[in-house]
Structures are given as C-alpha cells and as structure tokens.
C-alpha cells in the first residue's frame, strides 16, 4: 500500500516537471522566434526608411519618365537630341574619311595603271568594289561611332526599360508584347541587330512579329538619306544654323510615322497570320545607375558598331562591283542600268518618284548606305558611283533631273519603309530557321511601302498642291 503510495507521488512528480520542461522549451521557441521576427522588421524598417531617403529623387524620377502625360515627350526630345548630336558630329569625320578613301583611291589607279591590269579589271576592282566599300565606311562609321555610345548611354542608365514600360499598353492593344519597344530601340542602330534581340521575347509568335515589323524602325544605314534630302528640300529653306536642328527634327518625326505604322502592322498581323492574345510583360525596373565608361565604348564601339559595319562591309562590296557592271555594260547606245531604269519608270512616276530611283534602291539591297551613290552615277552617267561633295551640289543635281518637294517626300518615305538589307533577311532567316517568314519580312515592309507613297501621291496630286 505504501509503495503504490509513493509510486503515484513520482509519477505525478514526473509529469510535472515534463509539463514544466515543454512549458520552457515552448517559450524558448516562441522567444526565439519572437526575436527572429523583431528583427527582420526592425531590418526591413531600417531599410525602408533608407531607401526613402536616400532614392526619393528615383521614385520621383519615375513617376515623370513613366508618367503619360510626360513619358512620351520626354522619349521625343532625348530622341531628337541623339538625332542631333548624331547628325552634328558625324559630318566632319565623314568628310575626312570620304577624303582619305578618295586619295587611297588614286594610289589603286595609279597602282594599276603601272601594272598595265585590264581596264576592266580595274573598273570592277576599284571602281566598283572598292568604291562601295569606301561609300559605306565614309557614310556609315561615323554615326555609328556616335549613336551607339548615345544609345548605350541610355541603356546603362536604366532608362531603356522605361521606354519599354511606357509602350507596353500600346503594344498589347495591337497584340505585341511590351519587350518589342527593346528590339525597335536596337533596330535603330542596326535592323539586324533588332531581330537578333528578338530572342528576349517568350511567344514565339510575338517574337515573329517583333522580327516582322522591325524594319520599320530606320537604322543607321537610312539615317544619311533622311538626313540629307530633309536638309535639302525641309531644312534648306532656313537659316544655316537652324538646319541641324530642323534636320534632327525631321529625322525623328519620320521615326514616329515608323513607330506607328509598326503599331498598325502589328495590330493586322495579331489579327489575321499571326493571331493571338498578347503575353503579359513582367518587367522590373533597374535603379538608375552612373554609366561605367569603359564598358559603354566596348559595347558600343566593338560589339555593335564594328560588328556591323562588318556585315555592311560584306555585303556591299560584291554590290559595288555588280553595280560597276551594269554601268558599263552596254546594249546599243545605253548601258544595261539605263534599259533597266527605262522600264521602271513608270512604276516609279505611279508613287512619285522616277525608275532610277527605285533601281537605285534595288541595287541598294545589300546596303542602304550605296543608294545615293549609285543614284548620282545614273543622273550623271559617270559609269562609277560618286558621292556629293555638298549639299548644295546634290540639290542642284536633284532639282536639274526633275525632283520636287513631292519627289523629295516619297523618296523618305520609301526610305522609311522599302525592303530590309540582306544582312537583315539573313539574320531573320537565322533567327526564325523559316523561308516563308523570311519571305514575309521582304514583302511586307515593300508593299507597305509601296502603298503609302501610292496614297500620298495620288492625293497630292487630286488636291492640285504639286
């Protein structure tokens, strides 16, 4: 009896001091973690409060750059200050570049000349191949050296996925995806380095798209044709020191017309070859950052510019010797690029241009940077491509083979719109491993383009203004 007694009390005893163990281990924990959680508030809190204080100009920042009522105009005038700078910088060094090839030029000839080579060899060698390259290093490097760092500038800023954040409503309105405002912005520099960006959109579909319409984005290649007829015939009328600054402003409204009609195609793709709902976006917004220097010019300069002034390269070498050919060619009393121009004349006249033109655009397909060139060799009949040692010169040239103000306009607007450079459709072919979508990114820009200067000149000449 006794024992039971006494086992009953240890028992109890027992359960007693495992009630009061758990009852500490249970505090223990709850302190702990009580403590975990006072912390990482007091943390977050801490750190809250120093973003505030020390990023309060980067919301602020934001809240204008992203805004509707200022993110676009803010986009039109940094757009129209690279346009500028761009245009500004690039004349002298094109100068001295086109002077050096034109001296480096002589040397050839004279070369060739002592080593009694065959007048045609040296036409196709010199003045054809090496001319064209010449043509497109002169005119092609020199904004490229300029634009791109600009670009870059932004793009290390953090102000690039802005532009992107403000146009993804629009983009997704025409069944695009908000990463493709990116690719356009890449399409600036070069429209084959646009399509390769492609690739950070998801959607196969929108990435189709995206590679599809990137061509309406003038690339550097384009920018010296509408730089120097909105000169001419826009800008020329003022006075020299507003010229720049008119010309960069006809620049960039010639770029929104091709941001918008970007939006239109896109919309018309996403409703009948390419139909679709368009991905949302998840885009986080990188801090503002100081650029670092050295790797803007590496990126810049290396893998952008050099890049692809190294496809142009390519390309257009083979197109000045071809060119060189048909220019010297004859059947009967006129050269084959005559015959050719002769039959395109009247396809021409209908959007309110001439045959030569349009041929000069066709022989430009390798690289845009040649249609001037090739196109002052057929109104001056030289046989070789020449390039204009002024503006005032190409004007008068212009003028004196029957150009207009509506001559002038179509001729932007084909610019604008025509056909991407070969370099491009290979890399479209590349980037989507498909003939037909490569066929789809030549005919859709060249009967958009078509279409739009059909219409602006059947008008213009309805209401009598040419």
């Not at 909105?230 to 006809?250: E, K, M, N, R």
């Not at 409703?271 to 990126?299: C, D, F, K, N, W």
């Not at 009967?332 to 021409?348: E, K, M, R």
Request: with cysteine; charged share 15%; proline share 5%.
């Amino acid at each position: 009896m006794g024992l039971s007694y006494t086992h009953s009390w240890l028992d109890i005893a027992s359960d007693k001091a495992e009630e009061i163990r758990q009852r500490y281990d249970n505090r223990i924990a709850d302190l702990i973690v009580n403590d975990l959680y006072s912390n990482a508030e007091e943390i977050a809190r801490k750190a809250i409060i120093s973003c505030r204080r020390s990023r309060g100009w980067d919301k602020k920042l934001d809240d204008i750059l992203t805004s509707r009522r200022f993110g676009y105009p803010v986009m039109m005038v940094l757009l129209g200050a690279v346009f500028w700078l761009t245009i500004v910088g690039a004349n002298y060094p094109s100068d001295l570049l086109a002077l050096l090839f034109s001296r480096l030029q002589e040397q050839l000839t004279r070369f060739f000349s002592v080593t009694a080579v065959p007048g045609w060899f040296h036409g196709v060698m010199v003045l054809g191949l090496f001319e064209g390259v010449a043509c497109v290093v002169s005119v092609m490097l020199p904004p490229m050296a300029i634009f791109f760092p600009l670009f870059t500038l932004l793009e290390d800023l953090g102000y690039l996925p802005r532009v992107a954040f403000n146009l993804d409503h629009v983009f997704k309105r025409c069944g695009a995806c908000g990463k493709q405002a990116l690719t356009m912005c890449m399409g600036f520099g070069c429209n084959a380095a646009g399509v390769v960006s492609c690739r950070i959109i998801d959607s196969p579909r929108e990435r189709i798209m995206a590679m599809l319409t990137n061509n309406f984005v003038p690339c550097n290649g384009r920018f010296p044709i509408l730089i120097a007829i909105g000169t001419i015939f826009i800008a020329g009328i003022l006075p020299y020191g507003l010229q720049s600054a008119v010309a960069a402003g006809v620049v960039t409204a010639m770029v929104v017309l091709g941001v918008l009609i970007t939006f239109g195609v896109s919309w018309l793709l996403s409703h009948t070859i390419l139909r679709g709902e368009a991905s949302s976006m998840v885009l986080e917004l990188p801090p503002y950052r100081m650029p670092q220097v050295v790797p803007v010019i590496y990126r810049s300069i290396i893998d952008r510019t050099i890049f692809v002034l190294r496809r142009a390269i390519i390309m257009a070498a083979p197109a000045g010797a071809l060119t060189w050919i048909l220019a010297n060619t004859y059947i009967g009393d006129f050269s084959i690029i005559v015959h050719v121009a002769t039959w395109l004349q009247p396809l021409g006249q209908m959007i309110g241009m001439d045959g030569f033109i349009l041929l000069a655009f066709i022989l430009g397909l390798p690289a845009n940077e040649i249609v001037i060139p090739i196109l002052l060799m057929m109104y001056l009949s030289t046989g070789q491509m020449v390039d204009f040692t002024s503006l005032e010169e190409l004007r008068q040239i212009l003028i004196n083979n029957g150009w207009t103000w509506l001559t002038a306009v179509n001729m932007m607007l084909f610019t604008l719109l025509h056909w991407p450079c070969t370099t491009t459709l290979l890399t479209v072919y590349k980037e989507s491993g498909s003939k037909k979508w490569t066929a789809m990114s030549f005919l859709i820009p060249t009967v958009t383009a078509f279409l739009v200067c059909l219409v602006f000149t059947q008008a213009v000449q309805l209401l009598g203004l040419v």
